[in-house]
């Protein structure tokens, strides 16, 4: 009997892997702790997928796991066709990364520091560092010690985002920057996702990961709980309605009403009933509750535009930010 | 690299100057000290210490430059520099959260750590062969002379027993977090080390016999270097090298 594993040519099986992050049975625990269940993620080619989850979700240490940073116990990864093996530096060499925490070596000027950070990826990358770090307005000439924690976050994506590669993993980019500078690294990011790089973004910020993502990843105590693309997630999101109610209605006596009206799944918040439907068109539902004599107009309706965070919500129990 | 180099040979600078100073004073003061030595030598209680006096009495300068030089002051100062350089090496940027970033570059950890360790030993051992070099010159000063080769030994082997205790506490750091608990621990072994060097009953005991006026004296008559000390530092350096790289290889940030 002759098995075949793989039928493809091997050229064109490593070509398939390009760009990719293929993730099998991860598993890390630190003591008891299990910080990563067995995890299975397919990430990739092109692309940004965002991961989300509340602290201590793994995150982070699935990000360090995936670069060799933490060593996993168990399971094997792949980045853009290199496989984990050792202490990753093969892995690191394929992919570019921004770690979470900023710690820098407060001595070094912004411009040496990018150097630093970029030993190893060539003089291309330094310069383009340095032309993405003129972009965004960083003195480079200074200390870094004297950088605002905002401008120590540019730095490091600036480092992130310098190398020729093909997979850019990046933890809280835009943790701690101002509205405009967290713009202008989500574009810079896009740019480089529209080039053609998967990028595996980290992050609390439901706001940017709904501007920039393609596909959400949501870690709870070290499990997937849910992966979603944008089209499911805005599908989701034509299926629940939320209702404000004035202060002195009946909230729940209209909560009963509109369980009348259809069979929905309602979460009752102080004037707030947020209504999810079994079907993926809510209008009929909402015309219905506009039109019903016995519950009265709702001050406002929120529709098609809530859903990041109230799946955040339903998955975490909390609001994301 | 070039930080790190940059970073080492300031340390060097640093450490060599004082030990230079220190070489300096002792020197100077030679002329002074020769004609009491018997004096002080007869008001000493322990034969531990009048045994280096003797010592000083048969072989005159070159003992006392070995006693003031390599034992004073590599033993001390060099001692200590040795524990400060490595303290910090991988616990250091563990504690100032710098360790992931230092992690994260396309280089391999064995490759990261083994530049760290040569380039901190480089600023414990240069220091001492630079301030060597210098003797055969400064002794001109106060009309005494010594050949230059002796004190190329007799700087390889306090260079490898600084080396020891580098690499000792060089391994300390890539397994803890908190550089000042290793320094402190690290000083406090080699303080006592130092203490029971001069009581004599448990003299035999201290680490600082391997590096004593009598060691270097007989290094120095005989014109090599004593094989079964020396390997048996550079076997233990090895060792800690080695096993430095094992803990480093399974560290979290």
């Known amino acids: 009997m002759q098995t075949v594993s793989d039928p493809r040519p091997p050229v064109l099986a490593a070509e398939a892997e390009e760009g990719r992050i293929v993730v099998r049975g ?7 702790k299990v910080a990563l269940e067995p995890i299975d993620l397919d990430i990739g080619p092109r692309g940004i997928t965002g991961l989300l989850g509340p602290n201590g979700s793994g995150k982070s240490t699935l990000l360090r796991c995936l670069l060799g940073i933490v060593r996993p116990d168990a399971g094997s990864a792949s980045i853009d066709g290199v496989a984990l093996a050792g202490d990753g530096v093969k892995v690191r060499q394929r992919c570019a990364y921004s770690p979470g925490e900023i710690a820098l070596y407060g001595e070094l000027t912004g411009h040496a520091h990018l150097e630093w950070c970029l030993r190893g990826r060539g003089r291309t990358a330094e310069a383009r560092a340095l032309e993405i770090a003129r972009e965004l307005g960083l003195p480079l000439d200074r200390r870094v010690r004297a950088y605002s924690h905002g401008m120590k ?10 190398p020729d590669v093909r997979v850019r993993i990046l933890d809280e980019a835009t943790e701690g920057l101002d509205p405009s500078k967290r713009g202008a690294v ?3 990011l896009s740019a480089d996702a529209a080039r053609g790089t998967t990028i595996l973004l980290s992050s609390h910020h439901l706001g940017e990961v709904d501007r920039v993502c393609d596909r959400l990843i949501f870690l709870n105590e070290g499990k997937k709980l849910a992966d979603e693309t944008a089209a499911s997630v805005a599908a989701r999101a034509q299926r629940s309605v939320r209702f404000t109610f004035s202060e002195d209605a009946d909230i729940e006596r209209i909560a009963t009403e509109l369980g009348r009206i259809e069979q929905v799944r309602l979460v009752v918040e102080g004037e707030r009933i947020d209504v999810h439907l079994d079907r993926d068109d809510a209008r009929p539902f909402i015309a219905a509750v506009c039109t019903s004599k016995t519950i009265p107009r709702p001050r406002t309706i929120e529709f098609g535009a809530l859903s990041l965070a109230q799946m955040y919500r339903e998955l975490y129990g909390v609001d994301g930010c | 690299m070039g930080r790190e180099l940059k970073v080492a040979l300031y340390r060097a600078l640093g450490y060599g ?22 004096l002080l030598k ?18 005159g300068i070159a003992a006392y430059v070995n006693l003031q030089h390599f034992f004073k002051g590599c033993n001390t100062l060099g001692v200590a520099v040795s524990i400060l350089f490595a303290m910090g090496a991988v616990a250091g940027e563990a504690q100032r959260g710098t360790l992931e970033i230092w992690l994260a570059r396309p280089l391999s950890r064995r490759r990261i750590l083994t530049e760290r360790y040569l380039l901190g030993a480089l600023a414990v051992v240069l220091p001492v062969f630079a301030t060597s070099a210098t003797i055969p010159w400064l002794l001109t000063r106060v009309d005494e002379s010594m050949p230059h080769w002796p004190l190329v030994l007799s700087s390889a082997h306090q260079a490898i027993f600084l080396l020891a205790i580098y690499s000792a506490t060089f391994l300390y750091s890539c397994a803890g977090h908190k550089p000042m608990q290793i320094a402190f621990v690290m000083l406090g072994i080699t303080s006592f080390q130092l203490a029971i060097y001069l009581v004599q009953d448990v003299t035999h005991w201290s680490l600082f016999r391997l590096v004593d006026v009598r060691v270097f004296g007989a290094i120095q008559a005989r014109g090599c270097l004593d094989a079964p000390i020396a390997l048996s530092l550079l076997a233990f350096c090895a060792v800690c090298f080695v096993a430095s790289q094992w803990v480093f290889a399974r560290r979290t940030p």
């Open chain 1, 26 to 32: 991860l598993t890390r625990r630190f003591g008891r």
């Open chain 1, 153 to 162: 976050r540019q730095l490091l994506v600036a480092a992130a985002l310098a």
């Open chain 1, 186 to 188: 989500l574009e810079l």
């Open chain 2, 42 to 59: 007869a008001m000493v209680p322990s034969w531990m210490i009048r045994g280096l006096f003797d010592a000083q009495d048969a072989a």
């Open chain 2, 17 to 38: 100057l004082v030990l230079e100073a220190m070489l300096v004073a002792a020197i100077l003061y030679w002329p002074k000290f020769k004609p009491v030595m018997g």
